[in-house]
């Protein structure tokens, strides 16, 4: 039972557009989400992260934003540059259910970004 | 600066042998986790410990134990390894927040 839905294995935008990176959940209890970045050979690295409370957040070229109604995020990044070619994850944890810091990750979404 | 460690970065053993793999952060963080990524499966949680003396199983943990015997350092030991067990295995740390922060990562391979 996957929690958290990354539906797009992968996703190839040019240099300077919108990249547009989704996210769904099941968990109600889920309130706390975050975006993490992943090259090759290399760990996670946090991006942006987002409380239930809100429905957008803002970091540089990075905005989260939170459907909580549509149990759904997004990530978007503008201008897309090359270095953002990356795995993008997604994930949750329920802090205020007890879950005591315990993340739940989606598969992942490969973005190509194109000179 | 402070940071997360994991050791060895490569390991090639074979089928039944126990092995250990290390993390260690500087950051004085109470929680630790392991994860093991998979192609096909993202960021599975292996085992979690909150402090010193605690260890949680996560949603993988069958064939792995942990032990945390002081606060720096949260080895992973794959008891009788498995062909199953092949992964590259990430080691993470936090606060007292959500946000996790993770090791470079141990690519094992079991033959």
């Known amino acids: 039972d996957q929690q958290v839905k990354q539906n797009s294995p992968s996703l190839s935008v040019q240099e300077g557009r919108i990249s547009i990176l989704n996210c769904d959940y099941t968990?109600?209890?889920?309130?706390?989400f975050l975006w993490y970045k992943k090259y090759p050979a290399e760990g996670p690295t946090f991006l942006i992260s987002i409380s239930s409370i809100k429905d957008k957040n803002e970091d540089g070229r990075f905005t989260v934003f939170l459907n909580k109604s549509a149990k759904h995020l997004s990530l978007h990044i503008v201008p897309s540059q090359p270095g953002d070619s990356a795995v993008y994850f997604c994930a949750a944890s329920a802090s205020s259910g007890g879950s005591n810091y315990k993340l739940t990750f989606g598969k992942g979404t490969l973005l190509t970004v194109n000179p | 600066d402070a940071e997360i460690t994991q050791s060895p970065r490569h390991k090639i053993t074979e089928t039944g042998r126990q092995v250990t793999l290390a993390c260690h952060q500087t950051?004085?963080?109470?929680?630790m986790f392991w994860y093991r990524q998979d192609l096909g499966h993202g960021l599975r949680l292996i085992h979690y410990?909150?402090?010193?003396?605690?260890?949680n199983k996560g949603e993988v943990s069958d064939g792995y134990s942990v032990s945390r015997s002081n606060t720096e350092d949260l080895p992973l030991t794959l008891e009788s390894a498995a062909s199953s067990q092949t992964s590259v295995y990430f080691c993470?740390?936090?606060?007292?927040?959500?946000?996790?922060?993770f090791g470079p990562g141990t690519r094992l391979t079991v033959l």
């Open positions: 993470a740390s936090s606060y007292s927040t959500d946000t996790q922060y």
């Open positions: 410990s909150y402090g010193v003396q605690d260890t």
């Open positions: 950051w004085n963080h109470n929680n």
């Open positions: 968990n109600s209890m889920f309130d706390y």
